[in-house]
């Protein structure tokens, strides 16, 4: 379990992080998400025990990360997946890691299958791509069985196959009584992986729970035979309707009233559902402000 609280950052007269608090239960997978300059980065590396906070405490199993006996058969993080030495080869590289954790050697070459990289185990570092590297990263972050994961942008320069790959493997990981904590600027596969939110905006944390009760009020998508009679049935309703693409309407209204909106109008509907498939991204920029923007 992550526990954490009232934590601050302050770098003279600027707040980095201010006041923030949450928790990260076992047996689920949490998106730590926020803009550029957030507070995002600087969050995890209090929690990793790379920055001190100002005030607060962040702690993983009950106690600070610097406290742990041996922190990576607790705790497994990437947050750099360039970090890694580019003369070793993938195989040295958790040999290492695998001497510095105390766990068999063996647990080496078990992870770079694990994470399909054992045709590439002589190759080094430096040769391998963006995504080869963060499927490195994961499996050192794995090396010491922990019970926790926490991962900084994991899917960057992966192919489709690859993302595919990391949300089942870590979806595998929660549902085995693991803990994750993933941030990503990919707000898609975000949604589709994660089962809770954390959201920062300007160091602070601007909404906490889970994915469903986030996106609930997102309101339900909506498409007719006749859009422009739809659109019109359901605003003299007294619902507020926003276009979208391919014809559809996002209504402020559960699914039933504007079922019961369109039958009162005599419209036959062709789609109706809630409105969550491009909800994270509208709530993601409800939360954070106009003036903030994502990095793809």
């Known amino acids: 379990m992550i526990t954490v609280e009232n934590l601050s950052k302050r770098y003279g007269s600027h707040t980095a992080v201010n006041d923030v608090s949450f928790t990260v239960e076992p047996g689920s997978v949490t998106g730590f998400l926020g803009p550029n300059g957030a ?11 790379l920055t001190p906070p100002t005030s607060g405490t962040a702690t993983i199993a009950g106690r600070r990360y610097a406290e742990l006996p041996n922190p990576g058969r607790v705790v497994g993080v990437m947050l750099d997946a360039a970090a890694q030495h580019p003369g070793r080869t993938g195989r040295e590289t958790l040999l290492l890691n695998s001497g510095l954790l105390g766990v068999p050697a063996k647990r080496a070459d078990e992870m770079l299958e694990a994470v399909g990289l054992t045709a590439a185990a002589k190759k080094r570092v430096g040769q391998y791509s963006l995504g080869m ?9 794995l090396l010491g069985d922990p019970a926790i994961l926490i991962l900084d942008e994991p899917a960057n320069g992966m192919d ?8 089942g493997l870590l979806q595998d990981f929660a549902s ?8 990503s600027h990919l707000l ?10 954390v959201v920062i905006g300007g160091g602070r944390i601007v909404a906490n729970g889970s994915l469903g009760e986030l996106l609930a009020g997102q309101g339900t998508l909506v498409r007719g035979l006749d859009p422009v009679a739809l659109r019109a049935a359901l605003v003299a309703a007294g619902y507020a309707v926003e276009p979208v693409a391919d014809g559809g309407l996002r209504v402020e209204a ?3 009233e504007v079922g019961r909106a369109a039958y009162a109008a005599g419209q036959i509907l062709i789609e109706l559902r809630d409105s969550d498939g491009a909800g994270l991204e509208d709530l993601f920029f409800q939360l954070t402000g106009p003036a903030d923007q994502l990095a793809a």
């Open 254 to 256: 559960t699914a039933e």
């Open 39 to 49: 507070g995002k980065s600087t969050t995890l590396r209090m929690l990793t025990g």
């Open 160 to 167: 489709p196959e690859g993302i595919r790959w990391m949300r």
């Open 188 to 197: 898609g596969e975000v949604q589709a992986t994660v089962d809770r939110l």
């Open 176 to 183: 085995r009584g693991g803990t994750v904590v993933l941030s």
């Open 133 to 141: 590297r963060q499927r490195l990263g994961i499996a050192a972050a």
